[in-house]
């Protein structure tokens, strides 16, 4: 059931301000970035950002769920266990990615994401007609609000799938859910090979099925964000090993051509930085390299050989160690790397990087690195998915060690934490950190929607947006 927790007057004493330290050659600077208009310029230097954004400290909540700053308040629309509306079985674990959708009447659609793998606790239910294998136990689930965010339904819109992790929305108002895994039929007890994109119809998912879009690769899927004047979509790779993830394109035969026509197949190609074989050498802030390649995936089935691992020619190919977050905004693409360790075969160390690609200049500039400072319970380290706040700003979910933040960057370049998330399954003095995922506005942008992932909590943040 639905529940809604008005914020405390009480602030707490924690400082208000984040801190975000730029890796590279600043010390213990803050970095900082400025935009105009939807991300069309950037500006980077290293002037402290001591808290002058946002909404100022967040107040601790006394039901254990969820932080936020004063005159906020938070629902809980939805939370593992708990039985859909539909009757069709419990809510699966693992919410993660998520969009948000203009229905009927001022309602909101929500498609949400469960990255469940075959040790998921709640499987996504199966249904007939909306089951791509058996096996799998992930999926989405859909939601539907009315204008207060009350839940009016709550229903299955794909299975079988396995480790949705991220994904995007598409112009036409559907979702494309990733499987984040390269796990072939006869892995794990799968009967189908995943690796895939599928795209999901909130509103009527008998409309869309279950139907892999092949054509846009099979590798271990992150997000997707789509050009929505050109119908290319960017594609991030989150592999866990070296050699790490690719930054791809999909050049549709039939670009922007509405629900299924990504089942008509198209080109994947691979992003190629010349010079630069590992993003993560690259750490200044407002670094910009020309003259960004795409390369022609040898075998986007990855058939016979993981396509990171594939030949792409004398010149080879870029990798980035977790390839998360990607959102469109303005004329460009952006993209997160959480982080990359040398240690783990990295080139470089960071904490978190928020890159910009634009297309008509084939350019790529590194917006911001962020890194925890001193305290990694403080926010700042591993930005995972990310999207366009309503005030030109951007919105990005933690995902590291210690204490997890929703935290926002400003259009003047000013970091701000905006929830923590303090599930309550922990004891006051050690509570248990849940990661934040699938951060997401409502069409009029007066509410924000976002996941914790573990117990899976599906949160409606309302209050004073700007």
């Known amino acids: 059931m639905s529940s809604e927790t008005s ?9 208000a301000a984040t801190r975000r330290q730029v890796l590279a050659g600043s010390g213990a600077a803050i970095a900082t970035v400025a935009f105009t208009g939807a991300f069309s310029e950037l500006f980077a230097g290293t002037a402290a950002a001591r808290g002058h954004g946002g909404y100022g400290p967040l107040v601790p909540d006394p ?22 509306r539909s009757g069709e079985g419990p809510v699966p674990s693992n919410h993660d990615g998520m969009a948000a959708f203009a229905g009927r009447h001022g309602h909101v659609r929500l498609v949400r994401n469960h990255e ?5 606790k709640l499987q996504v239910p199966i249904v007939e007609g909306l089951t791509y294998d058996p096996m799998g136990k992930g999926g989405c689930t859909a939601l539907e609000l009315d204008g207060r965010n009350n839940v009016l339904g709550e229903r299955v819109a794909i299975a079988g799938t396995a480790v949705n992790c991220a994904g995007g929305r598409t112009p036409w108002n559907t979702w494309l859910t990733c499987e984040e895994t390269e796990d072939r039929a006869g892995t794990n007890g799968y009967t189908k090979d995943h690796g895939f994109i599928f795209e999901v119809d909130g509103a009527d998912p008998h409309r869309t099925g279950a139907v892999p879009l092949t054509a846009m690769g099979r590798f271990q899927h992150e997000a997707i964000a789509i050009d929505p004047k050109n119908g290319t979509v960017y594609e991030t790779e989150d592999a866990f090993e070296k050699p790490f993830g690719l930054f791809y394109r999909f ?20 992003m190629r930085v010349p010079g630069v074989p590992d993003l993560s050498v690259v750490q200044e802030t407002g670094t910009s390299i020309e003259g960004i390649e795409w390369v022609p995936v040898p075998d986007p089935l990855a058939a016979g050989t993981p396509i990171r691992f594939q030949d792409f020619g004398p010149k080879g190919i870029t990798h980035a160690q977790k390839l998360e977050g990607c959102y469109w905004g303005g004329s460009s693409v952006y993209f997160v790397s959480s982080f990359a360790h040398s240690a783990e075969g990295a080139a470089a160390d960071h904490y978190g990087q928020v890159w910009r690609y634009e297309p008509k200049r084939r350019r790529l500039t590194l917006v911001i690195v962020f890194g925890p400072g001193t305290d ?62 699938g951060v997401t506005f409502a069409p009029d942008g007066g509410t924000m929607f976002v996941n914790c992932y573990t117990p899976g909590t599906t949160f409606a943040v309302t209050g004073p947006w700007r």
């Open 7 to 15: 914020r405390p007057t009480a602030e707490t004493s924690r400082p």
């Open 63 to 84: 039901d254990g769920l969820l932080d936020l700053p004063k005159g906020f308040r938070y629902r809980v629309l939805s939370r593992e266990g708990d039985q859909l």
């Open 251 to 270: 050049l549709p035969d039939k670009p922007l051509g509405g629900t299924g026509s990504l089942r008509a197949g198209g080109r994947l190609e691979a």
């Open 376 to 437: 990694v319970q403080l926010p700042g380290e591993s930005p995972d998915n990310i999207t366009l706040a309503p005030d030109g700003g951007l919105m990005v979910c933690e995902d590291g060690g210690g204490a997890q933040h929703v935290f926002g960057l400003t259009r003047r370049g000013e970091v701000y934490a905006m929830a923590r998330g303090r599930q309550n399954i922990g004891t006051p003095q050690k509570p248990e950190w849940g990661e934040f995922a």
């Open 116 to 120: 469940n793998r075959v040790t998921a």
